[in-house]
């Protein structure tokens, strides 16, 4: 949960970076003393995300650069790089429920406990499905890697 410190740090960044050309490295030491908040804690981060979906309504992101801390303006090409990311890890999330979803113990479930266990289940199948197909298709259009129907085609 974001703070009132944390928003308004974001909205300082946003600002500054804002103002910057595409493909500018904006510093971890610059983002702390931009937003007064610490490098490695939940604030900092939380600062960069309330600045980035700012940055994002006036057609600016910035991306991790490493695991220095340090952030990078993307130029207009790397968005769809950006969003294949994004999918990649939504696709991780749901893969992640679902292991959650193997292990529940049914058999201990009450008779309403189970019937929603199943909806949720058939559920997460669907949007398996779903997830892995766009995924598959996301990477064909960003260009990453052909449709692997293409090469049995040809």
């Given at each position: 949960m974001?703070?009132?410190q944390t928003i308004s740090a974001g909205k300082k960044l946003a600002e500054v970076v804002s103002k910057r050309d595409f493909g500018a490295v904006i510093y971890r030491q610059e983002i702390e003393e931009i937003t007064g908040c610490r490098w490695k804690t939940s604030r900092y981060y939380d600062a960069v995300t309330n600045?980035?979906?700012?940055?994002?309504?006036?057609?600016k992101r910035i991306a991790a650069s490493g695991k220095s801390g340090d952030y990078q303006i993307l130029y207009p090409g790397d968005y769809s790089d950006a969003y294949v990311k994004e999918v990649k890890r939504a696709k991780r999330c749901v893969t992640k429920g679902g292991k959650i979803l193997e292990g529940a113990p049914v058999n201990?479930?009450?008779d309403d406990e189970r019937k929603k266990y199943y909806d949720v289940s058939d559920?997460?199948?669907?949007m398996q499905a779903q997830i892995s197909g766009g995924y598959v298709e996301v990477r064909r259009i960003a260009g990453k890697k052909p449709h692997p129907m293409e090469a049995a085609l040809k």
């Open positions: 974001q703070t009132l600045a980035n979906e700012r940055l994002t309504e006036a057609g201990d479930m009450t559920f997460h199948n669907r």
